[in-house]
Every structure is written in C-alpha cells, then in structure tokens.
C-alpha cells in the first residue's frame, strides 16, 4: 500500500553537499516513523538516521552524526536527508524506509520497517 520513492542522488567531491528526498504516498505518512539506510559495494546496508512521526526526535549513526540532517514535511508526504561534508565513504545506495505500528526506540532495527523504497545512488569522489 505504502510506495516509496528516492531522489536527489548523483556525484559529488568530498567536502560537498547533497539533498535526498523520499516521496511517500498515502494519507497515513505523518504516522510513519522514518528511516534512512544505505548499503556500499561489498557491504551490509546500515543504519543512517530516523525521525519521528512528528518530526520532533531525529538518531543518527555516529559515522554521520553532525553531517547528515533528517527532516520530514508532513503536508508533502516527504522526508529529507541532507548531507554535509561529504566524504568517500559515504559512498552508497540510499534507501529510505517507513516503519508503522512501532515504538521510536525501535527506530534502528532494520527489520521492523515494512516499507522501503528503490534507493538511490549516491558517489562522492575524493
């Protein structure tokens, strides 16, 4: 029922800044708890960040802690992820995905969210 729809990746250098969007259909959006994941060549997809329903509580991996910023904007059935600082390793597919029915502290399980989007690419170049 949920679908999920990524954007906003593409190339950039270290040091740069890319904007990621998730575009959610359904009425029920400001319901879902939101989460970002990625997964670089060769690895297992983790963990990037969440925000609440209300946009009101945010988590980041401390690999991105301080660089990444979550936002939702509930009127437009969409979350955003905006990088800062962009390094090589940040280098990754990005996923974004909805989780329903769940507590926020559940926010980092991976297998608690039931809906996830195609991702999209992002590359940072050194």
């Known amino acids: 029922q949920v679908q999920l729809v990524e954007s906003g990746g593409g190339l950039v250098q270290a040091g740069g800044s890319l904007r990621l969007s998730c575009a959610a259909s359904?009425?029920?959006?400001?319901?879902?708890?939101m989460g970002w994941f990625r997964q670089a060549p060769g690895k297992e997809r983790e963990f990037v960040g969440a925000v609440s329903w209300s946009g009101g509580s945010t988590d980041y991996a401390d690999s991105v802690k301080g660089r990444f910023t979550i936002s939702r904007d509930n009127t437009k059935n969409t979350v955003y992820l905006q990088m800062n600082s962009l390094k090589p390793e940040d280098t990754a597919v990005y996923y974004c995905a909805a989780m329903e029915n769940a507590w926020y502290s559940s926010r980092r399980n991976e297998q608690r969210y039931g809906y996830w989007g195609r991702g999209t690419q992002v590359t940072v170049s050194s």
């Open positions: 359904g009425r029920t959006f400001s319901t879902y708890i």
